[in-house]
Structure formats: structure tokens, C-alpha cells
């Protein structure tokens, strides 16, 4: 947790408690994310993972402005957003969250909330004190 402000160690122990792999911080990107998440998928036309660049904006506090920051995000990457690992935005709390991606033999607009069994209990839970 060195290094990580408050609210990305928060969504670190979440990512942890809900059973998805987080790096922090990774390098080879245009605009650094907070982190690259990876969390399984049992469809048979997905790899056994997905994957997310996750950013994070602690001011989006709904998914309407979740949605503008994907579509600034984009634009300043320069990169689709359908490409893996997919940028997403993650809010002031993981039920903000957007992203777009393939899965199955279709994909679309994804939240955690889809993603994760009881998201609103397991954020409360990993709290950093
Ligand atoms: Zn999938």
C-alpha cells in the first residue's frame, strides 16, 4: 500500500476482497493509470480474464460524469477504448464505475456493479482507517 493515495488503497483492498488482481501504477502508458485490473470471466469466448486500465476520479460522483471522463480519457490516449485492457473509469466509489468491452460473442458497457457480488457491502468493509 506505499505509495497509494487514500482512495487508491481503498480500491486496492477492494479489488482484493472481491477477488480481482490489481497492479498499481503500471508503466507503458500514454497517461499512467491508477491501476490495470485483471478478474476472471467463465464465458467460453472469453480468455479466462479480463482485463481494465482502471482511472480513477474521485469527483465523479455518478455515472453521467463517469461516462464524460471515459469519453475525455479516450480522446487524450488516443487509443479505442474496445482495446485490452480497457480504459475505465472508476468514481468516488466502485458503483461509479464505467468501461467498454467485448465478452461472449457480444460486449458492451460494463460496470463493477456487474462484475462483483455484494460491491456496496465490500466497499464499506475495506475502508482504509
Ligand atoms: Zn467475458
Redesign the pocket.
Known amino acids: 500500500m506505499a505509495g497509494m493515495t487514500h482512495i487508491e488503497q481503498h480500491y486496492a483492498k477492494f479489488f482484493t476482497k472481491v477477488g480481482w488482481f490489481y497492479e498499481h501504477r503500471p508503466e507503458g502508458f500514454k497517461i499512467t493509470p491508477n491501476f490495470i485490473v485483471e478478474f476472471l470471466?467463465?464465458?467460453s469466448?472469453?480468455?479466462p480474464m479480463?482485463a481494465i486500465a482502471v482511472y480513477i476520479d474521485e469527483k465523479a460522483m455518478d455515472l453521467k460524469q463517469a461516462e464524460a471522463d471515459l469519453d475525455h480519457l479516450e480522446q487524450a490516449v488516443g487509443t479505442s477504448r474496445y482495446c485490452t485492457p480497457n480504459l475505465a473509469v472508476f468514481g468516488a466509489d466502485p458503483s461509479i464505475s464505467v468501461w467498454e468491452?467485448?465478452?461472449?460473442a457480444g460486449?458492451g458497457v460494463e460496470t463493477a456493479s456487474n462484475w462483483c457480488l455484494d460491491l456496496h457491502k465490500n466497499w464499506v468493509v475495506t475502508e482504509p482507517r
Do not use: A, D, L, N
Not at 468491452?101 to 461472449?104: I, S, T, Y
Open positions: 470471466c467463465q464465458h469466448e472469453c480468455v479480463h468491452m467485448p465478452h461472449g460486449g
